[in-house]
């Protein structure tokens, strides 16, 4: 049985192309431009998918996109939507929420018990006792969701694009599309998108029997083709608004983040279906429904229908209805005084009787529950909210079509922080006052009749281009419709319910009043208890109903009920869409490469990769470090440490500048040597440490660790930007590679290759000189880090590559080896440095970490000055202090941060251990309490396993403990 | 995302910029303990109109915003030194 009409004006299907495809393992035709649901409908086909509660048998609700019943799966996506994605050859398709297909869902039993399962059901019956829970978890949550996530699903990378306009108009019915237009003469870029397929918005569908919508939209259409700068894309949702108007636009592959100096929101209204019982019934579907079912697919909605109205709409689906040759078995309309209007007088001619002051009371579906038999029409107490059983009629009939009402969709309205009023004329909530560069037009603002909604399409473009700064005139303001375009109260109770207000999640208005008796008479309470407007559809046909009821149940005005938050997405967006390409950059040295020709094994060091260590085959982590730090202490090592920050201060008050900066003097720096910088926050706290080489009376050098170097960089400009010196800061850390080559041949490796003599008078510990190796221009410092004999050497970085190799030359015969960041740390220890960040926190002050000596408190002020005079004349909490542990100790290893314990107390704790091979004892850093810091004192550590592990404090210089 | 106005660069996304605290003037250096204590470590979470600190990190500039943190409005935005002009 075919429901399929003849050719129809402005169809969207292409009926020279058929498509063939599967549902619920059955052969179906439809043509190409058919959406699933439409093909199927075409074909006879009513029960499309099960409800998500009680598994009752679903057909066509709205056909806009909010059709969750009918949820499908091609065994690749899931939840697909049937009203609105395109019917392609060779799908095979299965209802999502079934067990064991759509027509013999095994689950259908469900509805015939669900006056045991009201709301809160689950929360109460389950909830203790609590070790049962899980049990009733597991079967709750296979009973709860629709589609089952493919876990094989392949990531399919969707692009991102990001574009900029003047003017972005959501929405392309008649208020935006005229919208579009006006904005778009200006010559500015305007972009229109929309969700349908195609463009049109209600032009498209709602005829009313005349052709006025389509030759407007005719006229609309090609005014706007007209412009080149009007950009129309369809098929794109307008996803949600972000502050400083981004708006997410998401398409079938991707997602365009639209930047737009103003926003019209032409979004329109969702239409609304009227509550009563059976109104869930195949066949029963929104007037709009049943309109797009006829002009975009040429299908019949059903051949002998009944329409239940309580707005002028209804009448023009009438008439769109009789158009398609489809018989109205009569017109039933909640208001009194219908009957007497010109558009029931108009359908009377055609033959259809128009019941006024009455109602659907009940739709008696067929014996399977799989389409309608007839409906029962009452009158309507519009006083008491009821139907009067009384005067019951019987009328045959094979579908319903619903005109109840609208309610804007006005989430990204909401969103973008409009605040709503309710309009008794139209009896809909509208914008009351709109934040600046947002404006709205049409059904979302109000306005109904054609005309009117051109005109507040073209006020609302002239609005947006007046805020964008053009001096076009303002348009006269279009009143939201004075008739009211929605019912104040589409319900009508039933006895034996069934009578849905949501259907996304089988919600009947007993289970509102239900919910408000238990105290859940607050909005957002009620959504949560009932579950309303949590399905797929998020509320967009069950929200409106639901706030109307509450506010009968309390006795209050609708706008004093407000509406529940709405939220970014405006609609189900796959992950897929959202999912970014995992950038992490990071930053490499510029002897990336010869490191790693060596072994290198790489860490993360702040954003650079770092040489940890270098690996030889057959030797293990450990002795693989350890072999590096004896080429150190026997011969010579050498480590990249080009990740160093490094900073150039120029000016005449630069050594002013490093005095207020960092703790210590620079004033009296002599040039070509180089002192212990040290950085505290204003409260007192270390934050960093480094070098300052002075290379000239105006220019220093700082070198500083690698973790902290932007963070240093980016104080260091803030303090410049208060202080207003007469400097220049140049962070050079780019610029330069730097190298260290350590250990008692060092000067033996470097001194064929330098044009300076690297004798100790000439180049003693703590200075620094410009000079040439192998013809390259170096700065060569000498420096004591991890060990007494270093040379640091910072090269351009285009040379750094070709110095190295030099280098590494020069030393090969000597033993020279390279060593990395593991290493390092073990030989700065076995020098007695501690660094910040590993031996102190974000509270540790420089007098608990002995560094007194770096502090110039003569000076007029530095960072930090004031909190340590406050922290001076307090006692101190702890103090850092080297420790050993006894000679030939071969226990468990503490590790870092396990605790000292004394007498059952915490005393402090270690901040780095180690063995260290030269010294031949585990070494390490700690923080005991000042009374136990002297020289010799012994304290205890606890290991992982409790084991208390003896220490005894010992002078920080470790390596002069050698054996 | 929100925009945010950089004195130097113009109006660039806010991934672009470091956020960088309220700023408040230090208290004299002869204040008393209290005050310098009360300076370091007591900081207004009231909402209302404050002046924060912005970096804006690709071009190293640093630079002050008015904000309504009510609102999430930015009133203006100027180098420190240059508060008068616009």
Known sequence: MSARLAKQKGEWINRSTAVKFSFEGKEFSGFEGDSITSALWASGEQVIGRSFKYHRPRGILSFANH?????????MDTNIRGDVVPVRNGMALEAVNTDGGVKKDKNRFIDSISPLLPVGFYYKAFHTPRKLFPFWENIIRKAAGLGVVNFNYP??????????CDVLVIGAGASGLSAAYEAGKSGLRVMLVDENLQIGGSLGFDWGGTQEAANLLKDLLAKVESLPNVEVIAAAYAAGYYPDHLIPVVTADGMIKVRANAVIMASGAFEQPPVFRNNDIPGVMLGSAAQRLLHRYSVKPFSNGVVFTANDYGYRVAQDLLEAGIKVAAVVDLRSDAKDGP?????ARRGVKTISGSCIYEVQPNAGKTGVKSVTVAEYDEKLNEALTRSKVTIDCDGVAMCAGWAPAANLLYQAGTAMRYDYGVHQFVPNKLPAGIFAAGRVNGVYALEQKVQDGARAASL???HIGLGTPELSSVSPSN??????????????GKNFVDFDEDIQVKDFINAAKEGFDNIELMKRFTTVGMGPSQGKHSNMNAIRILARVRGVPVEQIGTTTSRPFFHPTPIGHLGGRGFHPHRLTPLHDMNHKLGAVFTDVGAWKRAAYYQVPGLSLADTVLAEVEAVRTKAGIIDSSSFGKIEVHGPDAALFLERFFTGSYSVQPVGSSRYTMLLDESGVVIDDGLAHRLADDLFYLSSGTSNAAAVYREMQRWQQMWQLDIGLVNVTGSYAAINIAGPLARQVLSGLVNVSLDESAMPAQSICEAEIAGVPVRLIRVVFVSDTTYELHIPTPQAAFVWERVMGAGHALGLKPFGTDAQRLLRLEMGHAMPGIDTDGLTNPYEIGADHALSLDKPDFIGKRSLQIIAKRP???????????AGYAGEMPFECNLVIRDGEIEGRVTSIAYSRTVGRVIGFAYVAPDHSALESRFQIRADSGALVSATVVSSHFIAMQK | MKLLTCPVNGTRPLSEFVFGGEYRVAPPADCTDAEWAAYVHNRSGAPGIKNEWWYHAPSGTWFIAERNTLTDKVMRTYLKGQEGSK
């Not at chain 1, 059709?67 to 065994?75: A, E, F, W």
């Not at chain 1, 990531?155 to 900029?164: D, E």
């Not at chain 1, 558009?343 to 359908?347: F, G, H, K, N």
């Not at chain 1, 109260?489 to 006895?495: I, L």
């Open chain 1, 483 to 496: 008739t009211a375009q929605s019912h104040e109260y589409p319900v009508v109770p039933h006895p034996k």
């Open chain 1, 464 to 466: 947006a281009l007046r």
């Open chain 1, 155 to 164: 990531r399919i990378l969707k692009r991102k694009k990001h574009r900029h």
């Open chain 1, 67 to 75: 059709d969750v019943n009918i949820m499908l799966t091609d065994g």
């Open chain 1, 876 to 886: 101190l909490k702890k103090i850092l202090v080297a420790f050993a542990l006894d």
């Open chain 1, 343 to 347: 558009l029931a007088a108009q359908l």
